[in-house]
């Protein structure tokens, strides 16, 4: 049965597409379990959008296997697109209508009842300026109501693209918060984005992709769990300083200043950079234990990092915790 539990919201096996001569999606993997977020990451021009306009029928793919609960897509997906709310494109919306009349055209013409255009502005916490018109929305408000409109028919599944561009520390926020609250009523949130920290914050499981392939997938613990997280040391000397750590048989990575410092068997002592560098007359001006994140693991799997790879825009949240 399609709604069988053991079929995941999303499976994808093997999807591959072209462009020319380009490849934007290449050999890709991805499960989505029922319930919870679900972070699809990856930079800017790494396969995310691709992938998931061939999911929704909307761009047909070279190669590979895509499943909705169990069913396959795009051979199947009148049997399941109602089950399903996206995100894709900005939304349109009428400028002078307020954001309950729009809802409430948009129910009409989709044939669900009225009484949902109240439900789903409650869900999204725009009741209170449900009155006032769309043109008067901020960007987050605007991205808001895109969601209520996407929960009109009631879907398990809702799958947001970069969702949170363009939007102040406070939309982010807010809309961070959308997404958990969803999650936690029962259905299943999968969000693209290029900001892994941002997601790190509220999802449960992930699939991180570089150069449209699968690069690591798991819950978000288990893929931090079990790995040192690196010593961020600053030195006036960078280049010598990584020298020397190199030949002492520790990893060295640049990073915003600063140099990364790790090691393929554990933990490394900040103490024991810190003797390394002195010895050589080499004084810290910082040394601290980084906490291991979703984007250190993205470097650490590319082995890379943005210097060597001019192509990867990774952008902090702002405001993120």
Request: glycine share 10%; charged share 20%.
């Amino acid at each position: 049965m399609s709604d069988h539990p053991q079929s995941p919201a999303v499976r994808i096996v093997g999807l591959r597409k072209t462009y020319r001569s380009i490849v934007a999606v290449d050999d890709l993997t991805m499960t989505v379990p029922l319930r919870g977020v679900h972070g699809f990451l990856g930079p800017n021009g790494s396969g995310k959008t691709t992938t998931i306009r061939m999911l929704l029928g909307l761009m047909r793919a070279d190669q590979g296997t895509m499943e909705l609960f169990g069913e396959p897509v795009p051979g199947r997906l009148p049997e399941v697109i109602n089950r399903v709310g996206a995100i894709v494109e900005q939304p349109r919306f009428f400028e002078n209508f307020s954001g309950r009349k729009n809802l409430a055209l948009l129910a009409q013409g989709i044939a669900v009842p009225i009484s949902r255009v109240g439900a789903v502005l409650e869900q999204v916490g725009l009741s209170d300026r449900a009155g006032s018109a769309f043109g008067t929305y901020s960007l987050g408000m605007k991205q808001r109501l895109a969601v209520a409109a996407t929960l009109l028919k009631d879907p398990e599944l809702l799958i947001f693209d970069e969702p949170t561009n363009g939007l102040d520390p406070q939309g982010i926020h807010e809309f961070r918060s959308t997404m958990r609250s969803l999650a936690d009523a029962g259905r299943t949130v999968l969000v693209s984005s290029h900001i892994l920290a941002e997601v790190q914050q509220i999802a449960d499981t992930v699939t991180i992709i570089g150069r449209g392939r699968t690069l690591a997938e798991g819950p978000v613990a288990s893929l931090l769990a079990g790995a040192a997280d690196p010593v961020r040391v600053v030195v006036d000397d960078a280049d010598r300083a990584a020298a020397v750590l190199r030949a002492a048989g520790l990893d060295v990575r640049p990073h915003e200043g600063a140099l990364l410092v790790s090691r393929a068997s554990g933990q490394v002592p900040p103490a024991e950079v810190s003797r390394l560098l002195g010895e050589q007359g080499l004084w810290i001006s910082e040394l601290t234990v980084q906490r291991r994140n979703l984007e250190e693991l993205y470097l650490q799997l590319t082995e890379a990092g943005p210097t060597q790879q001019p192509d990867l825009h990774w952008a902090r949240p702002e405001g993120a915790a």
